[in-house]
């Protein structure tokens, strides 16, 4: 089983821009995101990254003209860090996954109070 170098990159896109949001980016509608996965094409010239913001299940447009506003900034940074040839073009998208898991969370623990007969207490 081989690991194909877009994935390694990958990976290491996610990291770095991880830290770049963390500790380098000042714009206040983008410091409480965290990103979530990175694919990157087999040609290393663009990256989707999905992110999510912390605590919350659903994002403001405010938080994706940040990351469009900061995209030059990060791609300078992911320059800098990593030995590329080419600096992948950077896309942002809202990762739905965790907003659809907590709704089957929420829909799971309503069908289990609604099965537990009255005065029954959970264990």
Same mark, same amino acid.
């Not at 040609?43 to 940040?66: M, Q, S, V, W």
């Not at 992911?78 to 089957?104: C, H, M, N, T, W």
């Given at each position: ?46 990256? /989707?990254?999905?992110?999510? #913001?912390?605590?919350?299940?659903? @994002?403001? $447009?405010?938080?994706?003209? !940040?990351? =469009? ?13 990593? /030995?590329?040839?080419?600096? #992948?073009?950077?896309?942002?998208? @809202?990762? $739905?996954?965790?907003?659809? !898991?907590? =709704? ?20």
């Amino acid at each position: 089983m081989t690991i194909k170098r877009a994935e390694r990159v990958a990976d290491l896109i996610k990291e770095e821009i991880s830290r770049i949001v963390l500790r380098e980016v000042r714009d206040p509608r983008i410091r409480d995101i965290t990103i979530t996965e990175v694919k990157v094409t087999d040609d290393l010239r663009f990256a /989707r990254i999905y992110f999510t #913001p912390l605590g919350k299940n659903n @994002f403001h $447009e405010d938080t994706i003209a !940040g990351l =469009r506003q900061a995209k030059g900034f990060m791609r300078r940074e992911l320059g800098k860090q990593l /030995r590329l040839r080419y600096v #992948p073009d950077l896309e942002f998208l @809202f990762d $739905e996954s965790f907003a659809y !898991g907590d =709704r089957i969370e929420r829909i799971l623990a309503d069908l289990h109070k609604a099965e537990r007969p009255d005065g029954e207490e959970d264990s």
